[in-house]
């Protein structure tokens, strides 16, 4: 049985972002292992709190990550 752990900041995605997220990695794992698997294949979306997040030894926050999402540098 497939687990698939998805772990993101906290309100950067919307529920049907997240929902398409589920469908589409579910997709993904049936497409390498087979029809069979998709009603066993889990996806678990998790949320992070806001600053709880580190890349480069710095915090990230909700606001930062929607920044760059958008193109943009935030502070």
């Not at 906290?10 to 698997?37: H, P, R, W, Y």
């Not at 949320?47 to 958008?70: C, N, Q």
């Amino acid at each position: 049985m497939p687990l698939i752990n998805v772990k993101v900041i906290e309100g950067v995605f919307s529920d049907a972002q997240k929902a398409e997220m589920v469908e589409k990695l579910t997709d993904v794992m049936v497409s390498i292992e087979g029809e069979n698997l998709r009603p066993l294949t889990v996806v678990i979306v998790e949320e992070v709190k806001s600053g709880d997040w580190g890349v480069g030894g710095k915090p990230v926050t909700t606001a930062e990550a929607k920044a760059l999402a958008a193109g943009l540098r935030p502070r």
